[in-house]
């Protein structure tokens, strides 16, 4: 067996054995009360980003959606298979979650093979494809950064990115409705990895700011 995966049995054994049992009551009504989580997290798959950890939530605190990107597809009334889309219309008309945040990050490999020349295959056919989410930002980015250099045109694409999935979020008619109902707000965050702060778009001012002031 690969000594990796062994760790990972370790690290099961060290959770049930520490975290679960210091947290068995709120496990236990988890499964009596059920989830009511507060907020729905899209994030990226990156297994650098991990969403409790940056914002210490505990079990039960956020719905977790994780796609390549964290793409937001706009909202398409066919019966295909929508993961994305099926996360969301749960969380908001079941789960009723007051709160959906999309945060992207940096050093993002979907962002950055936006600007790569990927020759499509039978292997490679969905992530092709649904790296066309990212376009959009890409040509904004473009224009506004030609000129910079390749870690701020990406950083700038990945922001920009975000607020594209917040704008496909609205073409949801239930997240739409409670947005304009005011029981549902849309935040949209930069995560870093490199220092672990997080920067939350600020659309008065159309700009990110950081989020935690201290």
Known sequence: MDSRFQNFETGHEAFRKIAFNKNKERFRKLVEEGQQPKALFIGCSDSRVMPAMITNSKPGDLFIVRNIGNFVAPFNPDADFHATASAIEYAVSILEVSDIIVCGHSHCGAIAALY?????TQENIHTIKWLELGQEAKKVALLAHRESTTEVLHCYTEQMSVIYQLDNLLTYP??????????LFLHGWHYNLEDGTIESYDDENFEFKPLSQK
């Open 116 to 120: 790569k020349e990927i020759e499509p």
């Open 174 to 183: 239930a997240v739409r409705k409670r947005v304009e109902d005011g029981t």
